[in-house]
């Protein structure tokens, strides 16, 4: 005697005859073998449609773990944050450091525009800090793309969010602290820029110091004894200028260690700037008295629109 078992997985029939005198065990591994045929071929079947190009033509992808921010420091819609801080992001999964850069991560100022930075990576971590300080009172906005990967390869959900830097009258100039300074100088110049304060003396045995969090001061040697006037920095560059001697030009990548560079003439320099990727200086004396570099060691030599004492 036989028995028909009419079975169907997907849109395709399977039709299998089972002989009653059949042991009972060889059906119920019969039966077994059908149910994972079932199961295999509907996963092909699911996995088809997965993959079945959409009605653009384009091939679907399977989904990976779904990648998100999970935290941030400053939190979102934070308040009074200190203009030296530096971003993290912590996501739910490890990232691809290789997509972590400032075209997948805009940081951006609602006034000043994109802030440049450095970018690290390390496990789930990401890590943004400022070439500059960010500017008191802003806003500042974080925009996070889905070519951020994790090393899984998923992409991380798209978030944004802002924090507002502290406002210049909360803290800045407001409450002062006095600190020694790393020698008892006659400081002329300060600027912050690559994490650290440097300031510039026109007197002294170190005519140049450095700091942190301008606190804790070190001593560096300036490039010349000369009277060092004003400090700046730009693109990567610490530069400071002077009112006399040879090389009234001094530079550093990073306020350390520095280098003397030839002036565009021997006038009395008295301060120098950074902006839109130039550095320019100003004098007292001399024929022409302003000059501009663009990477502060090459100076070329302007006439200023009079013949003043510009400091």
């Known amino acids: 005697m036989e028995s028909i078992l009419h079975f169907t997985a997907g849109k395709r029939p399977f039709i299998r005859t089972i002989r009653e005198h059949q042991p009972l065990q060889s059906k119920r591994s019969l039966l077994l073998g059908i149910m994972f045929l079932f199961f295999m071929t509907s996963s092909v079947f ?37 203009a030296t801080t530096n971003i993290s992001l912590m996501f739910s999964e490890n990232i691809d450091a ?14 000043t525009g994109t802030i440049a ?15 500059a300080i960010l500017t008191a009172g802003e806003v500042i906005h974080v925009e996070i793309s889905n070519s ?29 602290t006095a600190h020694m300074a790393a020698e008892a100088n006659v400081w002329r110049g300060i600027i912050y820029g690559n994490g650290r ?28 004894a000369n009277q060092w006037k004003s400090v700046t920095y730009g693109n990567g560059r610490f530069v400071a200028v002077s009112d006399a001697s040879a090389n009234q030009v001094m530079f550093s990548d990073d306020g350390v260690t520095w280098t003397a560079a030839a002036a565009a003439e021997v006038n009395s320099w008295k301060s120098v700037t950074y902006g839109k990727g130039r550095f320019v200086a100003v004098a007292e004396s001399g024929t022409n008295r302003v000059m501009y570099s663009e990477n502060g060691v090459t100076w070329t030599a302007a006439a200023a629109a009079e013949v003043n004492n510009w400091n």
């Open 46 to 82: 699911a996995l088809a449609e997965e993959m079945r190009p959409n009605l653009n033509g384009e091939k679907a992808t399977i989904n990976f773990a779904e990648t998100t921010l999970t935290s941030s420091t400053p939190a979102a819609n934070a308040t009074n944050i200190e």
């Open 98 to 111: 290789s997509t972590i850069n400032s075209t997948n991560i805009i940081v951006r100022g609602q006034q």
């Open 117 to 131: 930075g450095t970018w690290s990576a390390s496990d789930a971590e990401v890590t943004f800090d400022p070439t």
């Open 148 to 176: 951020v990967k994790s090393t899984g390869g998923g992409a991380v959900t798209e978030k944004a969010f802002s924090f507002t830097v502290m406002p210049s009258s909360e803290k800045a100039g407001s409450d002062w």
């Open 197 to 224: 304060f440097v300031a510039v003396a026109q007197s002294g045995t170190n005519r140049v110091m450095y700091s942190e969090a301008g606190e804790t001061w070190t001593a560096a040697s300036a490039a010349a």
